[in-house]
């Protein structure tokens, strides 16, 4: 488990691995969302200034820096907005401040999925059958570590070691879930104290967090080919 | 509160701070060790070519290399070996595998402290009477987060916060504080999990971890002016 994007580079290793990426407050839970809703795939793109030149090649956009949505932009980050009416069947353009990064960051893995507690059942059925090492690569917020996608790292760890198909010997797994069985019965309440929490708040973006803690809201898993995101064929 | 070194530079500020060095097993312990049984200095230095030059011209050195002491090295990284008839009034050239890179990353600091549970209510005192800004850098192992060094950072973050001279907004601090409540009752139990311990056993050098677990064994508070580690002047 990477608990941050600037510590990445350490935990690579030679053998074959699935990056499951994870920005719970928001890319993540709006990347679940956005393909339960039929999106047809999704371009993650890392810079704002090519999110811009696709816009003006007439894709929809979403893109955000710091929580807000950008002018030239159709949609921000909240996954309220992806609805199947105004993406069913089309392809998004997608640049967040610290999700779409972390995204490139993981190109080099065999496989990467997207993991969010909307989706964390569909998830763990899909790594399991992978039968492949997992790293669960948390975004976030401007390489600091950040508590949301910590608890969801937690919750997903024990749900793959719950399989019987994983273990782990890593400090940071052993950390998460201790994090998450603190806060279990009440996530969204434990995530008070979250910076990201104050940022939303203080942005008036905050209706989106009870929503980003409801458990398998979705039964997608999108994976990024290196190119676009979509939904895994699921069995 | 910087989880691993590799996440040092993007927590740093323009503001003046003191940063909080911690390497529980072993490092740090092993410097509040020494300090508390008069070394006169310890020079640390960040490759084992270095200790080896300084060993050759007549130094006392510590050199470790992933938990093994190195042939040319007087000692290893055990506290236990760093007594009072064999490292008082000495000057004491220091590298590990660990720490001593963690405390070069600190340079830019105003003040670099060192902090185990040894010393710190000392430590804790100290920095009260500071009135800065400060950073736990925890040393971790290869730049990986570490349980050990989150559980003494969560420990330090709660005395600080006591003090009410303190306050902090920071997603590391909360969730090793979190941890450090699960843990308190019986640290070296939690820590039992830790991938440290496992490696620490394996080599038979496990015997400090009680040892490093103990609080106020020592009241000293070595600091690091970015030549040498001393003892600060204490009231």
Redesign the interface.
Known sequence: MC??P??FP??LTKDDFIVVLVDVLRATTTICTAVANGVEAIIPVASHEEARRLKSKGFLVASERDGVRLDFADFGNSALSFTRDVIGGKTLVYCTTNGTRALHLAKGASGVAIGAFINISALTEWLARQRKNVVILCSG???????ED?LFAGALTARLLDTGVFRT????A??SM??W??AEGDAPGYIQ????R?RLKNLGLDDVIPYSFEFDLVTVVPVFDGEVIKGAALP
Do not use: E, T
């Not at 010997?169 to 940071?172: G, H, K, N, R, T």
């Not at 104290?193 to 990201?196: I, R």
């Open positions: 608990l941050s600037g510590l350490d935990i917020w401007k390489n600091r570590f950040c508590l910590a010997v890593c400090d940071s052993h950390a201790d994090l069985s603190l104290k979250a910076a990201q104050h």
